[in-house]
């Protein structure tokens, strides 16, 4: 059985799951389908076409497949939005259904998008990601699983983010950042995202092989695509980690990808008396 408040509007064709629990004064639109052990915050909105998996928690404020921010958006169509299971959707949240006849933005499995962080239409956010505080995702994006996108941080649209990035909180992006790196400032790649790979247990061998490979790939002179396949060509992509980093740099790119920051940025210290 669920749980549904007197003062929730649920419309035509919605299917709840067992234990759903949906709050005081939510809405919850035509053709939702909402999976099990799922809550709904009072005031919350879930618009027609959306598919929530199992165990998520969506909070008070959010709204769930709006419009897309298209002037060009055909509002006729049918599109929507795809939430995988343990996904935390915090107070806020907006996330925009797909431009296109029957597609989907797609937020992965055990996801957190913290208050006020937005997705816009087309995304997609892979599994075990996190975006924190009044993060902004442009149309098209395409994160990889387990990257931290820090508070306030934006990605600009069609940008493609490799497995376990962070970039850091108020930096932006307008192009690519492959797997494993931190990316800070504006379009910078600044260093390795070492603390997830050892939260991940990754061995030891191939975190040194990824570091090895990350400092010849940066210390190379030409085209990341020609560096990319030259290195794999002489044995560099030996370990799971090093050929998706490499590999990237081989794929189609709509946005380019992100330089290395080689100048160590110089703040001035504040006087002290």
């Given at each position: 059985?669920?749980?549904v408040?007197d003062?929730a509007?649920?419309?035509?064709d919605?299917?709840?799951?067992?234990?759903?629990?949906?709050?005081?004064y939510?809405?919850?639109?035509?053709d939702?389908?909402?999976g099990?052990?799922?809550t709904i915050a009072?005031h919350?909105i879930v618009?027609?076409?959306?598919?929530?998996?199992?165990?998520?928690?969506?909070?008070?404020?959010?709204?769930?497949g709006?419009?897309?921010?298209?002037?060009f958006f055909?509002?006729?169509?049918?599109?929507g939005v795809?939430?995988g299971?343990?996904?935390?959707?915090r107070?806020?949240?907006s996330?925009h259904r797909?431009?296109n006849?029957a597609g989907f933005t797609k937020?992965?499995?055990?996801c957190?998008?913290?208050?006020g962080?937005h997705v816009?239409?087309?995304?997609e956010?892979?599994?075990?990601s996190i975006l924190?505080?009044?993060?902004?995702?442009?149309?098209?994006v395409?994160?990889?699983?387990?990257?931290?996108?820090g508070g306030?941080?934006?990605?600009?649209?069609?940008?493609?983010?490799?497995?376990?990035v962070?970039l850091?909180?108020?930096s932006?992006?307008?192009?690519?950042l492959?797997?494993?790196?931190m990316?800070?400032?504006?379009?910078?790649?600044?260093g390795?995202?070492l603390v997830?790979?050892?939260r991940?247990k990754?061995d030891?061998k191939?975190?040194?092989?990824l570091?090895?490979?990350f400092r010849e790939?940066?210390?190379?002179?030409?085209?990341?695509n020609d560096?990319a396949r030259?290195?794999?060509?002489?044995?560099?992509?030996?370990?799971h980690e090093?050929?998706?980093?490499l590999?990237f740099f081989l794929r189609e790119?709509k946005?380019?990808?992100?330089p290395k920051?080689?100048?160590t940025i110089?703040?001035?210290?504040?006087?002290?008396?």
């Amino acid at each position: 059985m669920s749980n549904v408040g007197d003062l929730a509007i649920i419309g035509e064709d919605v299917s709840l799951g067992h234990d759903v629990k949906i709050g005081t004064y939510a809405v919850v639109e035509d053709d939702v389908k909402i999976g099990n052990e799922t809550t709904i915050a009072s005031h919350a909105i879930v618009r027609s076409g959306t598919i929530i998996g199992d165990r998520c928690f969506v909070d008070s404020f959010a709204v769930i497949g709006g419009f897309p921010q298209d002037e060009f958006f055909d509002v006729t169509i049918s599109s929507g939005v795809i939430i995988g299971n343990n996904t935390i959707i915090r107070e806020h949240v907006s996330i925009h259904r797909s431009t296109n006849a029957a597609g989907f933005t797609k937020i992965g499995n055990a996801c957190m998008l913290q208050s006020g962080a937005h997705v816009a239409h087309d995304c997609e956010v892979g599994d075990y990601s996190i975006l924190a505080t009044g993060s902004m995702l442009g149309g098209k994006v395409k994160l990889g699983q387990k990257c931290f996108i820090g508070g306030g941080a934006a990605i600009h649209q069609n940008v493609v983010v490799g497995d376990c990035v962070i970039l850091s909180g108020n930096s932006a992006t307008a192009h690519d950042l492959p797997p494993y790196v931190m990316a800070a400032d504006v379009s910078a790649v600044i260093g390795l995202n070492l603390v997830r790979l050892r939260r991940d247990k990754i061995d030891n061998k191939n975190i040194i092989a990824l570091k090895d490979c990350f400092r010849e790939f940066y210390k190379r002179n030409g085209k990341f695509n020609d560096r990319a396949r030259a290195m794999i060509e002489s044995g560099y992509g030996t370990t799971h980690e090093t050929l998706n980093f490499l590999n990237f740099f081989l794929r189609e790119s709509k946005r380019g990808i992100a330089p290395k920051r080689h100048n160590t940025i110089k703040y001035d210290t504040p006087r002290t008396e």
